[in-house]
């Protein structure tokens, strides 16, 4: 018997005009990245400074790598600067020397 198990792949991430308005600053479970990351990626995504790390329902956790410009979004954001709708591509994070 063989398993095969599908690595994920990258993700594009678009942040709407309502995810900003329903999100709290300096929240990583409520910035507005998070239900974005939702919508594409099942699970309860939490956003950190650089990474967005995904649970699903049995536990299994996935973490993304964020590009420079999701940085730049939640630092303007939780820094009360004013934010747009953006669109991003989060690729799996690369741990322990080997791809996600």
């Known amino acids: 018997m063989s398993v095969t198990i599908t690595a994920p792949q990258a993700v594009i991430v678009s942040v709407t005009t309502e995810h900003i308005a329903a999100g709290k600053r300096e929240d990583c479970e409520r910035c507005p990245i998070a239900p974005a990351f939702a919508e594409v990626f099942p ?3 939490y956003i950190d400074e650089f990474s ?3 649970t699903d329902d049995d536990g299994t956790e996935t973490e993304f790598d964020l590009p420079d410009e999701a940085l ?3 630092r303007a954001f939780d820094d ?3 934010v747009a709708p953006f ?3 989060a690729t799996p994070a690369v741990t322990d020397g080997a791809a996600a």
Do not use: H, V
Request: aromatic residues 14%.
């Open 80 to 82: 009360g600067e004013d």
């Open 72 to 74: 730049e979004f939640i």
């Open 87 to 89: 669109t991003f591509i």
């Open 43 to 45: 699970g309860s995504p």
């Open 52 to 54: 967005c790390m995904i």
